[in-house]
Structures are given as C-alpha cells and as structure tokens.
C-alpha cells in the first residue's frame, strides 16, 4: 500500500556571503541540517469488518519506521546571484514542485555577515508498505512483517536578493537563486522492523501510517483477514 504523508522536520542553516559589492552579486554559501520527525505505522486488528457489528475492542500493534531525528546533512555554495552593491538577503523554502512552504526569512545585509536561521516544516513524501502474515491461529495472534520504502518530495531553498529591505520601499529590484537541498524522489532507508503480533482467531487486518505521536497521517488501509495475507 502507498499513500502521500507529510513529515515534519526542522530546517537549520548557516549563510556566509562573500564578493557583497561584485557587480553580478554575492556568493552563497549555505551549510545545515534537516531533521525529520518520525514515521510510523499502526496494524488493527479486528474480528469483524468495521460497521458489520456492534463495536468491540481492537487490538493494535505500533511498529517505528524511521526514527525521530534521522538527519540530512548538506553544503551548497550557489551561483553568483543577486543586485549587487551589499544587497538585503532573504530565504524561503520550497518543496518539489517549486511551492513555498515557509515565509521569507531575513538573513541580512551582505556586508553585515548573515544570520543563522532555523525553520519548522512539513517534508511531503511517499510512503510504501508492505505487509505480510505467518501462522493465523496462533493463540498470541499473528506474526506480522512489514517491509517499508519513503521518498521525500524534495526541498530547495530559494535565496532572494533586494538593493532595500522588504516592504520598505514601493519598488524594489530583487533577484532570486534556487538551490536544491533534497531532489525529489530521494529514498530514506527504513530498516525492516521486528515482527508484530495481534489478535487470534483469523483477524481483520487494517494499517494506517502515523507521526511520531502516533497520530494518524493517512487513511486506513484494509489488507484483509490474516490468512489471506499469509498465501
């Protein structure tokens, strides 16, 4: 099963400047981290299809899928870029498909050294899993494998620069650089979790993936009753 979920994570960077009165613009340098939040997954196991009887208690097993804090690390020194003559310089963040996903973020005056900056956000990524039963009468319930895959949307940064600082001027010249942080498509290993029991007696079984407060960020997925999963 597959489904789009959002992580969060916090963006953390280091800007340094150099070449502020080069006609063609500074240089950039950015290095940091992004920190992701965790990705887990929650099997329900149930006697009965939901909606088919009065409600009964389900079992539930957690499993972690990635870690919190599973880091990225990166150094980018962009292209010359900007208006020249100790520009205003500015950061926002955009994800794969070019759409911001946080304000724009003063760093400073190019001369002035740039400032550290640290942004909470939300990574969007694809995530797969795939599930598998052994024996399904086992008094203790099931044992339950799970194989998963996650790849990231993407995450650029976008560096603007103004001859005057933002809003405080009716026209102001700017221009931008983009820098891609994390291509889209890139794989996070997940690592194969242990195997999870649940209910006996031949149950439904339902997953549905969850944040690291095991909230749910999908819908729930059907997989069938246990023996089904085990051919």
Same mark, same amino acid.
């Not at 650089?177 to 006996?200: D, F, R």
């Given at each position: 099963?597959?489904?789009? #979920?959002g992580?969060?994570g ?9 070449g502020c =009165? ?6 950039i ?12 997954g ?5 006697n009965?299809?939901? +909606?088919?009887?009065e409600?009964e208690?389900d079992?539930?097993? !957690?499993?972690?899928?990635l870690?919190? +804090?599973?880091?990225i690390t =990166?150094?980018?020194? /962009?292209?010359?870029g900007g208006v +020249?003559g100790? *520009?205003?310089?500015?950061?926002e ?6 759409r911001?996903?946080?304000d724009e #973020?003063?760093?400073g005056?190019?001369?002035?050294g ?5 942004m909470?956000?939300?990574?969007? +990524? #694809? ?5 598998t039963s052994g @024996? ?5 319930g *099931? ?5 998963g895959?996650? %790849?990231?949307?993407?995450?650029s940064?976008?560096l603007?620069? %103004?001859?005057?600082e ?5 026209? @102001?010249?700017k ?6 942080? #994390?291509p889209a498509g890139s794989?996070v290993e997940? *690592?194969k /979790?242990? /195997?999870?029991?649940?209910?006996g007696?031949? /149950?439904?079984i =339902?997953f549905?993936?969850t944040?690291g407060? @095991?909230?749910?960020?999908?819908d729930?997925?059907y997989?069938? %009753?246990?023996v089904?999963l !085990?051919?």
């Amino acid at each position: 099963m597959r489904s789009r #979920v959002g992580i969060p994570g916090r963006f953390g960077l280091e800007a340094d400047a150099a070449g502020c =009165f080069n006609n063609h613009g500074p240089q950039i340098t950015l290095r940091g981290e992004l920190s992701l939040g965790g990705l887990n997954g929650k099997l329900i196991f149930r006697n009965n299809r939901q +909606g088919t009887h009065e409600a009964e208690e389900d079992a539930t097993a !957690s499993v972690v899928l990635l870690e919190e +804090g599973e880091t990225i690390t =990166f150094a980018k020194q /962009p292209s010359l870029g900007g208006v +020249g003559g100790n *520009p205003w310089i500015y950061l926002e963040l955009l994800d794969g498909r070019n759409r911001p996903i946080s304000d724009e #973020v003063l760093l400073g005056r190019c001369v002035q050294g740039l400032m550290t900056s640290e942004m909470d956000l939300i990574m969007a +990524g #694809v995530a797969e899993a795939d599930v598998t039963s052994g @024996d399904c009468n086992n008094s203790g319930g *099931p044992e339950i494998t799970i194989d998963g895959d996650l %790849r990231l949307g993407g995450l650029s940064a976008n560096l603007i620069f %103004r001859n005057n600082e933002k809003g405080t001027h009716e026209h @102001d010249e700017k221009t931008e650089v983009s820098i891609v942080i #994390v291509p889209a498509g890139s794989p996070v290993e997940i *690592p194969k /979790p242990p /195997p999870l029991g649940g209910a006996g007696g031949n /149950p439904h079984i =339902f997953f549905v993936f969850t944040d690291g407060d @095991d909230q749910p960020i999908s819908d729930e997925f059907y997989l069938g %009753r246990c023996v089904q999963l !085990s051919k």
